[in-house]
């Protein structure tokens, strides 16, 4: 690892002229391709990029008004495919298209989305927004322009990521774009961007009648496609600056590596768990960045550390870094838990804590204070946390806590921790 | 912690960095040329350049970490994934980031979430920093943005960001163009969260959370990288109901003792002597707790006893064996006794502010106990209030009348002396459940007559039993004390001795609770010589 290491410190000293130059634009080239989020949509024959280009360019084409709901789990590329397609129809209709973008987190409220939206029709068409306008003058503005720009027949198409959010409240926003759509003269589409699946069923009954059912459905790709999709990330091209032989080198031992029985093995096994593109993507990114920079090859080393990385057990881990003290209070946590006290805060734990040494006189009996910052500790490990929020005239001493982990955990951790005591392992077998 | 104060004037110091490298003449030359305007490279961590062989070794058990980072922030100018820094404290996840930054001479926007402890403040951080924008007298220290919504917080960011890749780009192709080999700072920007896991407590957590672990997507800028540094794993974020793409993440573990032995004979007059003295004493330590800062703190006074035998306290001594001997068998009968106040004195402040002041004052008491007087001042009349709010947390309002009346206290207690079973058995659910629900809450009224019966005990404690009612009128006949008393009171609320609580929706009067230990209450009523347990309801 150090010598690795070193030759990446050699290679950034020596990018300008050194010899492994070629390794370190490869190793960009592969980094920027995981970070655009578009790129691994580009190429794909996409059945949702063709229908939702069909769909936004008939309505501009066709000039009329239209509503789409994009719906699929997180990271599964809505808004990257939305991208490309908005991009290319820039190309398509560069002066009949103008795209406002809103997001539900930044948004949700309707005067700011109605700002934005102003702001944002202000800058397209090079007209002087003003910070001060009220809320009524915005929407009135908007109006005013969907209404311009349909006798222009110029589309605007509104994004609105996060829909659900906007569907919080009164919808006004909602309301009101829809409503405009409603005119001969407009021209607007809307989509919708969201991970609820139910986010049509938020709306309230007079967005609903407004809102035309268009859905598309963004699915997880199949673990083949995964593969496909892999594949083309760590594909080098041969015509591009990069030594041909090393990029054919390169490619060969990709696919190699997408061969091996092991590598299919781990890869299944990380898409299982999460087969969405962008979880995909940080896999690679993890294995990329972790690629031997003296040989300039990936190896199948860097994915098994990448899934292996990125699929952590934080509370696992969080148990190995207790004390053994530490310890001792959370089995006695557990066996209060187990014995179904209605109520556990630190005095009862140090009860038990007390009980357990009087029976079997451990070595590690220390002084309530002690224990007490023991205590502190876990709660800021989050191993355990005080169950209501009410407490706070209380001390720690007496407020109820409850713990974070289960009891297979915490079994699983006192077997792994390395000097953990007999007598801990005993006590929470019985 | 020194890290809380970073914003101030030397920009970014960590506890190692300040009490390493950064001398008193530069922070003095940093002053001087601080009215200047702030150029790009003011986004760079400052001090010396630093190798990397040199912060692999001054932080030891961490070179796992330190590549991997190296590795995820990769080569100059190559994009990344946000990155999700976590594990508990101490384990310098913030000082290793700075010192890698200095290392690599890229530029970084640091906002701690614990100085920038709203999210105004963390919007108009971020973007001052990156406007290179520095509050003074001339701009009355200003803003260099107002920026209350996340709305406006994008716009500002995204303006600032391009303004400032540009910049960097101009830079970078400069260097370019001069053959510099080092090839400058390259054209991307870090932004870097500090004490990320604070954020969930903040009051609209449940939108600036998914903001910001969305930022990343939102901006769509790939010179932009984002790197959060929590102290709690990235599965303690998951309450907020908004869902997000998960961030890179990079564990450090928290020390083993192995690491923990070579941390702490950094920066030891003799090494030998030390050493020696960690075989002794480390192992029993690390079953308590696992933190560098607390175990440094505990061996101190330890390590003088250690010394103690030696002629010149331990300078220049080279152990051998039969000494060490000698050493452990002079030091072990202390480290039994040692262990059990590991934490007294100077407990680095807890998270609850009212815990952290409670410890401090049980350490203060514990140090004074020799003396066996309060270390602090505190009226005649508030001590008094003190007990009182103390028994009226303790004690069941019910056996007030026998407890203060003289006689239907004598006739109380007789009947409790042929205590049946039963009567035990109560006796034990009483207390246990003042161990489970802590002390209890009262009503004003309730604490001014307790109080004026104690007074009027306390002031005659001879023949209390005779005097008791008498007294009692007379003192009640006096309202003049009332005034003083409620202002002692506001006083000692104030203090965070007596809880205040809302009051109750269905009485409609405030109620009262006595935070104090008992430790504390028994203290304060010997320096009244006041009979504080022949009035507590125990066994």
């Not at chain 1, 406002?100 to 068409?125: N, P, T, W, Y």
């Not at chain 2, 108009?124 to 260099?144: D, G, M, P």
């Not at chain 2, 609580?501 to 009485?507: A, F, L, R, W």
């Amino acid at each position: 690892m150090p010598n690795n290491l070193l030759s990446l410190e050699m290679a950034v000293a020596m990018e300008t002229e050194g010899e492994n130059h070629h390794i370190v634009k490869a190793l960009n080239l592969l980094r920027s391709r995981i970070c655009d989020t578009g790129f691994i949509f580009k190429d794909s024959s996409d059945g949702n990029y063709s229908k939702l280009k069909f769909m936004i360019s008939s309505s501009v084409a066709e000039a009329c008004n239209n509503s789409i709901l994009l719906l699929g789990p997180r990271g599964s590329g809505k808004l990257a495919v939305l991208d490309l397609v908005i991009q290319d129809l820039l190309l398509q209709y560069p002066d009949s298209i103008s795209v406002v973008r809103l997001s539900g987190l930044l948004h949700s409220d309707d005067i700011s989305a109605f700002k934005e939206i102003a702001r944002q029709l202000c800058m397209e068409h090079q007209l002087l927004f003003s910070k001060a306008a009220s809320f009524d003058d915005n929407s009135q503005f908007m109006v005013a322009v969907l209404k311009e720009c349909g006798l222009a027949h110029k589309s605007v198409i509104f994004i609105l990521d996060e829909f659900d959010l906007f569907a919080q409240g009164k919808q006004r926003l909602l309301y009101s774009l829809l409503d405009a759509m409603q005119s001969v003269s407009s021209q607007a589409v809307v989509i919708g961007i969201s991970c609820r699946l139910d986010a049509d069923q938020l709306l309230e009954k007079r967005v609903r009648s407004r809102f035309s059912h268009r859905k598309l459905l963004f699915l997880p790709p199949s673990i083949e496609d995964s593969q496909r999709l892999l594949a083309l990330m760590l594909t080098l091209p041969l015509e591009s600056g990069l030594p041909y032989d090393y990029a054919v080198e390169f490619n060969k031992r990709v696919q190699n590596i997408i061969e091996d029985k092991k590598f299919k093995e781990i890869f299944n096994k990380y898409l299982n768990f999460d087969s969405s593109v962008k979880h995909l993507l940080r896999f690679l990114f993890y294995a990329v960045s972790h690629m031997d920079l003296q040989t300039g090859f990936l190896s199948r080393e860097n994915f098994e550390t990448a899934s292996s990385s990125i699929q952590r057990q934080p509370k696992l881990e969080c148990l190995k870094n207790c004390s053994i003290l530490e310890l001792y209070i959370l089995v006695c946590m557990k066996r209060l838990e187990v014995k179904e006290k209605s109520l556990c805060n630190f005095n009862a734990v140090m009860k038990e804590y007390k009980s357990v040494h009087d029976s079997f006189q451990t070595s590690d009996y220390y002084a309530r204070n002690v224990c007490l910052r023991a205590f502190e500790h876990l709660i800021h490990r989050e191993l355990i946390c005080f169950s209501d929020n009410r407490g706070h005239s209380l001390s720690v001493e007496f407020r109820p806590v409850k713990l974070l982990i289960s009891s297979g955990e915490l079994y699983q951790g006192l077997k792994a921790y390395q000097s953990c005591p007999a007598i801990l392992q005993k006590l929470i077998d019985s | 912690m020194d890290k809380e104060e970073a914003p101030q004037i030397p920009r970014r110091t960590t506890r190692s960095l300040s009490s390493t490298s950064t001398s008193n003449t530069k922070t003095a030359s940093k002053e001087n040329n601080s009215l200047e305007s702030l150029t790009i490279n003011d986004l760079l961590v400052g001090g010396d350049p630093i190798n990397l062989d040199d912060i692999i070794s001054s932080f030891p058990g961490r070179s796992t970490q330190i590549h991997e980072i190296v590795r995820l922030l990769g080569p100059l100018n190559s994009p990344i994934l946000p990155m999700f820094v976590y594990g508990g404290a101490s384990t310098g996840k913030t000082s290793i980031i700075l010192q890698l930054f200095k290392h690599l001479q890229r530029p970084l926007v640091y906002s701690s979430c614990r100085t920038c402890y709203n999210q105004r403040i963390l919007f108009e951080s971020v973007l001052n920093q990156l406007l290179l924008h520095r509050k003074n007298a001339a701009n009355c220290y200003t803003n260099a943005k107002r920026c209350e919504r996340p709305s406006d917080f994008i716009n500002f960011l995204r303006e600032a960001l391009t303004s400032v890749i540009d910049n960097l780009k101009v830079k970078s192709e400069k260097s370019i163009s001069e053959k510099n080999i080092h090839g400058g700072m390259g054209n991307m920007i870090y932004l870097v969260f500090d004490n990320f896991h604070l954020v969930r407590d903040w009051d609209k957590s449940s939108t600036i959370l998914p903001l910001l672990f969305n930022l990343h997507d939102m901006l769509k800028m790939p010179e932009v990288s984002l790197i959060f540094i929590s102290s709690t794993s990235p599965d303690t974020f998951y309450s907020t109901n908004m869902g997000y793409v998960e961030p890179i993440p990079i564990y450090f573990p928290d020390y083993t003792e192995g690491d923990m032995r070579q941390i702490l004979l950094r920066n030891q007059a003799n090494q030998k002597l030390y050493s020696s003295f960690l075989d002794v004493a480390l192992r029993p330590f690390c079953r308590i707790t696992r933190q560098v800062g607390e175990l440094s703190s505990a061996l101190k006074p330890l390590f003088e006893k250690y010394c103690e035998p030696l002629s010149d306290k331990g300078k220049g001594v080279v152990p051998n064996e039969d000494m060490k001997r000698r050493l452990f068998n002079h030091i072990k009968p202390h480290i039994a006794s040692s262990l059990n106040d590991v934490f007294k004195v100077s407990s680095p402040p807890s998270s609850e502010a009212e815990s952290g002041k409670e410890t401090k004052l049980k350490g203060n008491l514990k140090r004074s106990e020799e003396i066996g007087d309060l270390d602090f001042h505190m009226s005649t009349s508030a001590k008094y209030l003190l007990i009182s709010a103390f028994l009226a947390s303790r004690n069941p309002a019910t056996l007030d009348a026998s407890l203060f009346d003289s006689k239907g206290g004598s006739d109380n207690r007789k009947r409790k002396r042929k205590a049946s079973e039963k009567a035990l058995e109560k006796k034990e659910m009483l207390e246990e459940e003042l161990l489970m629900k802590g002390p209890g809450t009262f009503p004003m009224e309730r604490l001014i007559a307790i109080f004026q019966c104690i007074v009027s005990v306390g002031e005659d404690p001879s023949d209390e039993e005779e005097k008791n009612n008498e007294e009692l009128g007379a003192q009640c006949g006096s309202g003049s004390l009332m005034s003083d008393v409620l202002l002692q009171l506001s006083t000692l609320c104030n203090a965070n001795f007596i809880f205040r609580g809302k009051s109750c929706p269905i009485e409609g009067s405030t109620r009262y609770r006595s935070t104090i230990s008992e430790d504390l209450a028994l203290k304060v009523a010997r320096s009244l010589k006041f009979p504080l347990s022949k009035y507590l309801y125990r066994s």
